[in-house]
Every structure is written in structure tokens, then in C-alpha cells.
């Protein structure tokens, strides 16, 4: 029996989609994050930085309080581990990417933002590679 449009749930999934070859190692990784997933990504040039924009949590909570709460939390530990480890292992790293919260007229809910200078992509990657352990730990 088919379901009607009211009885039909959508659901946050993770999804394959293509993207630019400098940052799908990223990309695949912050997939790999509990409550993230990717929706535009782009590995910049030489006078643009690239960026990754990721959801966060489940889109139908989107709406409430609670889920917005989550994700100031969230994208806060996010930013403090991200600034102590380039801090500790890269240096002025950190300095040149941003981390932000981003809520533009066309989209229906906030969204994270990192965006960064092309050339690190590669270092990018490291230092979200060694961030998943502790975020997991600590969120």
C-alpha cells in the first residue's frame, strides 16, 4: 500500500554527491562526524579560500530552541579543539580558517561554516582527523 505525502517521514542521511577532488578526503571525513553532514564543499584556488558547509543534527528539529542550543555547544567545542590542537601542532593555522555559524536567506536552518586558504587543505584534513576523537569524547 502506498503511503500519502502526510504519512511519508523524511530522515537526515548521510548522502554520496561529487565533489572537488582537494577536499574529498575532508569531506569524507566530517561525514564521519556524529550529527554532521556535508552540503557544499569546494576546494577554492588561488585567490579563493575553499569551503566545506555542513548540517547539523536532525534538519526536522531545526525549528526549536533546543536544536539551536545544541549547535552553539557543539560548533563551540568544535572551535576550541581545533584552536588548541593548530595552536600545539601547527602554529598560525588557525588564524587563516574560520569557523562560523551561517543562516542565509535561501536556507531553512542554520549551518556551520569552515572556510580556509586552499593550500591547507591537506593540513585541514590532519588536524579534523585527530579533532574527531576528542569531539566524540567530549559532545
Not at 26 to 34: G, P, S
Not at 35 to 57: K, P, R, V
Request: hydrophobic residues 35%; charged residues 25%; negative net charge.
Amino acid at each position: 500500500m502506498a503511503l500519502s505525502p502526510e504519512e511519508i517521514k523524511e530522515i537526515f542521511s548521510k548522502v554520496k554527491v561529487y565533489v572537488d577532488d582537494g577536499v574529498k578526503k575532508l569531506v569524507e571525513l566530517l561525514n564521519t562526524f556524529e550529527m554532521l553532514s556535508t552540503f557544499s564543499s569546494c576546494q577554492g584556488g588561488d585567490t579563493y579560500y575553499a569551503h566545506i558547509y555542513l548540517e547539523y543534527g536532525n534538519p526536522d528539529e531545526s525549528d526549536t530552541d533546543e536544536y539551536i542550543r545544541k549547535m552553539l555547544a557543539y560548533i563551540s567545542k568544535l572551535v576550541k579543539h581545533f584552536y588548541e590542537y593548530t595552536t600545539r601542532e601547527i602554529g598560525s593555522l588557525g588564524y587563516n580558517t574560520t569557523i562560523s555559524i551561517q543562516w542565509e536567506g535561501s536556507n531553512e536552518r542554520p549551518f556551520i561554516a569552515i572556510d580556509f586558504p586552499s593550500e591547507y587543505i591537506r593540513e585541514i584534513t590532519k588536524v579534523f582527523s585527530n579533532l574527531k576523537t576528542g569531539l566524540q569524547y567530549d559532545i
